[in-house]
C-alpha cells in the first residue's frame, strides 16, 4: 500500500469518527479504485492457491486411504507361499553323500526357502 493510499484512508477515517462529510478528489478516487481491484486480484490469486492445495490434500488424502486399505488387505490375508521341493539325502556308497527331490522328503535348502517367501511378497529376518 502507498504512503499516499495510507494517508487517504486515514482522512477519511477521521472523517467517518467525526461524522462529518468529505469531498474526494478525482486522484483520491482513483487511488482507492486502483487499491480495491488490486486487492481483489490478490484475492482471487490467493483463492486459486487454496483451492489448488485443497485438491492437492484431497489427492494425498485419497491416496493414503487407499494405501490404509490395502495394508489392511494384506494383514487381514495369510501369505501363500510356494514352497521349493522337498530333499531327502542318498548315498551311492559310504562317501558319496547326495540330496535329492522325494515329495516326502524331510529337508528344503534354506536359500530357496527364502527366496519362495519373498516371492509371495513375504519378508525374511535371516538373523545375523
Not at 42 to 67: F, G, P, V
Not at 78 to 100: F, I, M, S, T
Amino acid at each position: 500500500m502507498t504512503k499516499q493510499l495510507e494517508a487517504l484512508m486515514r482522512r477519511l477515517k477521521v472523517y467517518a469518527e467525526e461524522f462529518s462529510s468529505t469531498v474526494l478528489s478525482a486522484d483520491d478516487c482513483i487511488a482507492l479504485i486502483a487499491a480495491l481491484e488490486l486487492a481483489e486480484k490478490q484475492r482471487d490469486s490467493w483463492k486459486r492457491i487454496a483451492q489448488t492445495n485443497l485438491s492437492e490434500r484431497e489427492k494425498d488424502i485419497a491416496e493414503l486411504d487407499a494405501a490404509r486399505k490395502r495394508i489392511a488387505e494384506l494383514e487381514a490375508s495369510p501369505l501363500a507361499v510356494k514352497l521349493p521341493n522337498r530333499l531327502q539325502p542318498g548315498a551311492d556308497g559310504p562317501d558319496d553323500w547326495y540330496l535329492h527331490s522325494d515329495p516326502d522328503g524331510e529337508y528344503m535348502k534354506a536359500d530357496d526357502v527364502i527366496e519362495a517367501i519373498r516371492a509371495a511378497g513375504g519378508t525374511v529376518d535371516e538373523g545375523e
